[in-house]
């Protein structure tokens, strides 16, 4: 059976690159939006940092480098850690255009070289919905914990639990018992955006969702510390939790 990252990979290579020249512009042309507001670029996330200039941040499946790359102008130093290779590809051109240097790792998460990293980052940033692309949820958070320094912080952004039991961001995915533990195979996030003949072809991806309990506790049992938890409303919804934010500090 193939290793659900492989599966995930395949599906995240399928016509990225393209999406995000038609979706966020052509490279110079995103480069300039960033350097123009790059605190506006980063939206709510530029609350939840502390300070951005000489600090190490780890985007873990930073994608296009949409927030590392308004970091990186504001003064961080910013890796991303991806499976994508088109991703890379977007990111470091947008990078370039805007005058600025980003690391970009093309790999397993969860064996990222801890030689080199252990230890290495002051904040760990995922956003965008990325923990259902994780199928044990506590093996993930003892890698975050191993990447920070001590005391150093984790922002994860991610859709709201509740997307389990309806499509609150309307992004097309199936819905189940909210205390399900199933894996199942689903559409990319980007899969809406292509034509019906494209989107039939495309890869699907192996996910695995979770409850606000299973996060909350996965970070408090691997050597983090909560310190926040916002929810946000839903994208079209005021009415209803979209996603949420959760910061912790490594104890």
């Known amino acids: ?8 990979k395949r599906a995240w290579e399928y016509n990225a690159y393209d999406f995000w020249i038609n979706n966020s ?7 300039k939006k960033d350097l123009e507001d790059p605190i506006g670029m980063l939206k709510r996330y530029a609350n939840y940092f502390e300070t951005y200039r000489d600090i190490k941040v780890a985007n873990i499946f930073g994608s296009c480098g949409k927030k590392v790359i308004p970091l990186a102008i504001l003064g961080s130093e910013v890796t991303i850690f991806d499976i994508s290779e088109d991703n890379k ?10 005058n600025v240097k980003i690391d970009f790792v093309v790999g397993d998460v969860l064996e990222i070289d801890m030689n080199k990293y252990e230890k290495f980052f002051d904040v760990v940033l995922m956003e965008g919905g990325i923990l259902h692309y994780f199928h044990e949820i506590d ?14 912080r984790l922002i994860c952004s991610d859709f709201h639990p509740f997307q389990k039991i309806s ?13 399900s533990t199933d894996v ?6 980007h899969a809406r955006f292509f034509s019906d003949d494209i989107r039939k072809q495309m890869p699907l991806c192996s996910y695995r969702k979770y409850t606000i309990s299973e996060i909350i506790n996965a ?13 946000h409303p839903a994208w079209k919804n005021e009415n209803v939790p979209g996603e949420f934010t959760l910061v912790a500090r490594k104890t």
């Open 167 to 179: 499509d609150m961001l309307e992004i097309e995915q199936p819905t189940m018992s909210y205390f």
């Open 219 to 231: 970070v408090i049992f691997n050597g983090f510390s909560l310190t926040q938890f916002d929810e």
């Open 184 to 189: 199942f195979e689903g559409e990319m996030a």
């Open 89 to 98: 590809k977007y990111a470091l051109e947008v990078a370039d255009a805007a």
């Open 25 to 31: 512009g052509e490279p110079k042309d995103r480069a």
């Open 1 to 8: 059976m193939e290793d659900y990252c492989q599966q995930n």
């Open 139 to 152: 093996q993930f958070m003892r890698v975050m914990c191993q990447l920070l320094k001590p005391n150093g």
